[in-house]
Structures are given as C-alpha cells and as structure tokens.
C-alpha cells in the first residue's frame, strides 16, 4: 500500500500554499485562473516551480492590500523539495486538492445565509 | 442448514441464482423470523438458513410470495423487475415465463431444496433459454468469435437454475431505462442478510438521474449503495453485510432488436472499507460526489459526472487531477455551495483510495 499522496496532502508546505491558492481562486478580487492552469500544464519540475514562483507574484500585490498570510520562504523551498522527490504529478494533485476545500469562511457565511433566509 | 448454489462461470446468472433462492428460502419460511444469509464462498454462494423451515405449503399459500409474481414492475423500481428482465420477449410471453417460473418453483420445491442441501445445485447447459435482460452473454454469437459462421445459439440452462435465475434476477437486478437503452446492475454478495438486502433495495433502488452511460449509472448506485449501507451500519449494532463487486451491463435497442453492449465489474470494496471504516467522513465524501452526480445529469454539466465517474471507476493519479481540474473551475466560476464540497478530512479519504489503488 503506497501513502505518498496522503502524505504530501498532509506536508504543511503543502497546506499553507493550497490554503492560498484557495483564496487566490475564491476571492473575486484576485481569481488567479492563469496560475492555476500555468500549473496543470507544468510537466517538469522547473516549469512547475516557475508556475509557482508567478503565483506567488500575482499573489503579492492583492495580499498586501487585503492583508492576508503569504506563504514563507521555507514552505517555497519544502515544496520544491517535494516536487523534486515525489514528483509534478502528486504535488499538484496534493495542491488542488487543498484549493477544493471548502474554508471556516464559507460555512459561516452560509449559515448565516441560512439564517437570514429563515428569520425572513 | 446450508444451501449449495454451485458457481457456472457465467457471473450474472450466478448471482441471480443466489438471489433466487435466497428468496425461495425466505418467502416459503413459516416463522419468518430468521433470514437467509448469502456468503460467497469462492467456487459456490453458500446460502445459510440454519433455523429456518420452509415448506411448499407455507409458501403456496403466502400472500406476498403471491404478489411478487403481479406487483406491475413499471410503477415502483423497487417491485420485481419483471418486464424489463424478459425484455427481449414479446409481451404474452414474457407473461407465460413469469407464471412458469413460479409454477415450478412451487412444483419442484422440495427436490430443488433437496438438491441445493445435499450436493448443491450445478448448471446443465441445455433446457430453457436464459434471457438477454439476465444475463448479456445469453445473445446469439455473443459468447466466442464465430468467424464468419455465424450459427452461435442463445444460452440455455435447465429448468431449475432458470426458474431459480429468472426469480433472483427480477428481484435483485437495478434497471435504468433511458432513451433507447437499458442499464443493469446487480450487486454481488460477499455476506448479506437477505431482510437487510431487501431494507437497501427499498433505499437504493428509487435513486436514479439521466446517465451518460452504463459506467455513469453504475459509479452513482455505488455511491448510494455505500452510503445507504454505511447508515445501517452506524445504526444497527450487528450490521456486518458486505458487496464485493457491481456487475454491470447495458442493453440497447436496434430497430426491433435489443443487443447486449458494454459490461463489466466495479469493485466496491474501497467505497464500503470508507463507509465502515471512518464513516463520519465517509458520509462527507458520499454527499459531495452524490451531488457531483446530481449536477453533471444536468445538461452542459457532463464533465462533472464524467470526471467523478472516471474516478470511481479506476481511482488513479490522472483521474484524480482531473476531477480536481473540473471541480475547482465550478467552484471558482459557477459555484458550488459549501455543504457540497469536501472538507479537510474527507478529500483525505478520496487520497487513501487512490494511494491504496497504486
């Protein structure tokens, strides 16, 4: 039985960088379309690694605006270690998967959604 | 007591066999407090009735015995599924097969016990003709190439394993119409409770959407399946039922003619070693790709039932990119609501099965 995938998700590189690239995709000021598919179209590990260094920088600019966390440069490197051992493929499967979650902030607004739906 | 249901090496009709007498067992029981258990048993379905006492008068006399054989199958898909099971038969001879079949279960009920009990019931290939709508390779010339010789003979079986087939097969086969085609599905026993078999019947076999093909259909009833068994398992304290596979098959229509087309196996053991085993975010992972199915019946909406199918079916690396691939863009373009999409935990589940099909 082979756990590398399981394993990778649950690397906190890998977390910290999917939580952004979740809000970079969710939030409607930033919805970074172009990074995501830079990095489904990386093959080799030096195209994905610039995949991500672009993200990063698209990411800067609105981070600093709507002051949210960006990733460290210690998880930038654990992630190119990553890709270099595990390979392109487990590491941008592990990534995405994280962009799917849902986060804290979505339930709680649609609970209240909910909320206000039923009090009306 | 157990009951011998020897394996032919035709699957279908095999469990179908199984089914059949399980139910033949079940209906003739007069205390009607025990149930049958169906076990795989590698080269037999074992099928275990060890306090039960069925007799031919008990079952001759049974009301819902009676009814199986006249419930209209086309109102309710939980009803025996008759009329789609002799499909390819012209509509009074479907009617003089169901009544045949009953008839002879009711005639040879002790000897077909006897049989079953003593040195377990085994498949001469000769006798009646097996349906198309029970079992695809039955078709004329479908069973080996026939060159340009094309002189193949639809598969026959004697008349106990027919009747035994015919009854298991409009009680246990799921079928899906849709333009031009029916989908089937049986689920194979590995060890199941035939009253709790017929409470998953009643939960599951209601559950159906417009399918983009008989893989679609089937990936979806797995889901239902596993998450209907995984309720029952949390509430019942001495659930221990299992599936090991979902034979599958379609028909479609030419002309005036139906002709078998795509068949197969899923294996269902990684659905129901999630559901048993961690079923707090198996019940997660069943919501999310339930509404994946949902959303992808809907027209312009296919990728997301051909992306969840796909990785249902074969749950590896590529299938799992692509499935994110299709989910991320609904998330982020059209949007999907949070109750439907995977939390932490769940989409770690998803992980292991891909990690444990490697």
Redesign the interface.
């Known amino acids: ?6 394993e990778v ?2 690397d906190p590189a890998v977390r910290e960088f999917g939580a952004t690239l979740r809000r970079a ?2 939030i409607k000021e930033i ?1 970074d ?1 172009a990074s ?1 598919i830079e990095m ?1 179209n990386a093959e080799k590990p030096e195209d994905f690694s610039e995949a991500v260094r672009r993200f990063l920088r698209r990411f800067d600019s609105p981070a600093r605006r709507l002051k949210l966390r960006r990733p460290t440069e210690q998880s930038l490197e654990r992630l190119s270690w990553l890709v270099d051992q595990h390979g392109v ?2 590491v ?3 990534l ?7 986060g804290v902030r ?2 709680e ?2 609970e209240e959604e909910e909320t206000n739906d039923q009090q009306s | 007591m157990p009951y011998w249901i020897m394996k032919s090496g035709v699957p279908i009709l095999d469990v179908a066999r199984a089914y059949g007498l399980a139910a033949l067992l079940s209906y003739s029981d007069a205390d009607q407090s025990t149930s049958p258990v169906i076990n795989d048993a590698g080269s037999a379905f074992v099928i275990d009735f060890p306090r039960g006492k069925p007799t031919r008068d008990y079952l001759s006399q049974d009301d819902a015995w009676q009814a199986l054989f006249y419930l209209p199958s086309d109102l309710d898909p939980r009803n025996p599924a008759w009329s789609s099971l002799f499909v390819t038969d012209l509509r009074a001879l479907a009617e003089r097969k169901r009544k045949q079949v009953q008839e002879h279960l009711e005639q040879q009920f002790d000897e077909l016990l006897g049989t079953a009990r003593d040195r377990g019931l085994s498949v001469q290939f000769e006798g009646e003709s097996l349906s198309g709508g029970l079992e695809p390779s039955a078709f004329k010339g479908s069973k080996s190439a026939t060159r340009a010789h094309y002189a193949e003979d639809q598969t026959k079986v004697d008349t106990d394993n027919w009747a035994l087939a015919c009854l298991g097969g409009a009680l246990a086969g799921r079928y899906v119409w849709q333009h031009r085609a029916v989908f089937v599905v049986y689920p194979v026993p590995e060890k199941v409770h035939f009253f709790n078999w017929r409470d998953i019947k009643q939960k599951t076999y209601a559950e159906r959407l417009n399918y983009l093909s008989v893989q679609n259909a089937v990936a979806h009833y797995s889901v239902v399946l596993a998450e209907a068994m995984r309720k029952m398992a949390v509430s019942r304290l001495d659930f221990s039922d299992r599936f090991s596979n979902l034979a599958y098959f379609s028909l479609f229509k030419t002309g005036n003619q139906w002709k078998p087309s795509s068949a197969g196996l899923l294996n269902i053991q990684p659905l129901l070693d999630m559901a048993l085993g961690q079923p707090h975010e198996a019940a997660k992972v069943f919501q999310v790709w339930d509404y994946l199915f949902r959303r992808g019946s809907v027209r312009g909406c296919e990728d997301l039932a051909e992306a969840i199918t796909e990785l249902i079916m074969s749950p590896s690396l590529e299938n799992l990119e692509r499935h994110n691939r299709v989910l991320i863009r609904y998330i982020a373009g059209k949007g999907v609501r949070a109750m439907n999409q995977y939390t932490e935990e769940s989409v770690k589940e998803v992980m292991q099965i891909v990690d444990n099909s490697v």
């Open positions: 039985m082979s756990t590398t995938l399981s998700y649950s995709l969710r919805q379309y995501l489904e493929q487990i941008r499967a592990a995405i998967s994280h962009a799917l979650v849902r979505e339930d607004a649609e």
